[in-house]
């Protein structure tokens, strides 16, 4: 047992420890077209010092207030995320939308539970099913800069089609393959495309929700879009079709990889040792994204070949 006076002391401690972790993610909004703003996420994987922010997120001045895309990975994003936009403008904020259910997009949300917080159909229930669950892993991958994070659940459906906002007519548009719903919304008055997590530049993809097939079909309807520039979910800003190129070849070079190994047989552990050429692994954090998609979609493509195989036998 140990003595009350230390037990006192830990007690205390973990009450400061939140204070301790209220750390400055040094945001700065990037004006990339008119009032069109976006906050750059590094290319990492989660980790104790960039605390979670390895995201894209963005807003839009509109004359009637301010359209905020994602909300960052924890409370103190989503605070300083607020306070970055009241820098920039007075405006109210009229809306969040989250593009995907996955953390780093949707934990900053508490800083905007005072305004409507939209998403599509899929994404409201994934939250709702899978949000304590990715809040538990946040704090273990990010740790102190999670402290005070809770998850706060959409509170209004998106349907795809034309919004108009303040002079902005917003089209959004739902897609699946990354996720099985993702968001993407092109400003028509800028012809800013923000393509959330169809789309990386630069950084290898994950694919933990991942249905490659679908996220190929939306990579197509995504390059057939009039956009002057495109923020990925995760990446620097493009003015082309380069990201969309590069996501898809990787996909691409992903399942071919994967198909290959089933039908050779190759073990898990063979799999996990990365071929790839140059273009694949210059990829920011190849070798841990690589990894976790074998984990993440091997078993079944071995299922499926080892399936066909035994259709062929019999
Ligand atoms: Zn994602």
Wanted: some cysteine; proline content about 5%; overall charge negative.
């Amino acid at each position: 047992m140990l003595p009350l006076r230390i037990v006192i002391i830990l007690y205390c401690l973990c009450f400061l420890a939140p204070a301790w972790g209220a750390k400055e993610y040094g945001l700065k909004p990037l004006e990339i077209a008119p009032g069109t703003y976006v906050l750059l996420g590094v290319n990492e994987h989660f980790n104790f010092s960039n605390g979670g922010n390895i995201v894209n997120v963005g807003f839009i001045v509109t004359d009637d207030g301010v359209i905020v895309i994602d909300s960052g990975p924890s409370r103190f994003y989503g605070e300083q995320l607020r306070a970055a936009i009241g820098r920039i403008t007075d405006r109210p904020i009229l809306k969040l939308f989250n593009t995907h259910l996955h953390p780093d997009h949707i934990l900053g949300n508490q800083a905007f539970e005072d305004v409507p917080i939209a998403a599509l159909a899929g994404t409201v229930e994934g939250i709702r099913e899978q949000g304590e669950l990715f809040n538990d892993s946040m704090y273990r991958l990010a740790g102190a800069w999670m402290a005070g994070t809770r998850v706060v659940v959409p509170t209004e459906i998106v349907k795809p089609g034309f919004v108009e906002i303040g002079g902005h007519r917003l089209e959004l548009i739902e897609l699946a393959g990354h996720s099985h719903a993702d968001l993407v919304i092109l400003d028509h008055a800028t012809g800013v495309l923000f393509a959330a997590d169809v789309v990386f530049h630069g950084r290898t993809p994950t694919t933990p929700h991942a249905d490659v097939g679908q996220w190929l079909q939306a990579l197509d309807t995504i390059a057939g879009l009039d956009f002057k520039l495109l923020v990925p979910g995760h990446g620097s800003v493009v003015t082309d079709a380069g990201a969309i190129a590069q996501t898809r070849n990787y996909l691409q070079w992903l399942t071919t990889r994967l198909n290959k190994a089933a039908e050779q047989g190759m073990s898990m552990a063979e799999v996990l040792q990365p071929d790839a050429p140059p273009s694949i692994k210059e990829l920011a954090v190849f070798h841990e994204e690589y990894q976790r998609s074998v984990v993440h979609l091997f078993p079944e493509i071995e299922a499926k070949v080892l399936e066909r195989g035994r259709v062929v036998q019999e």
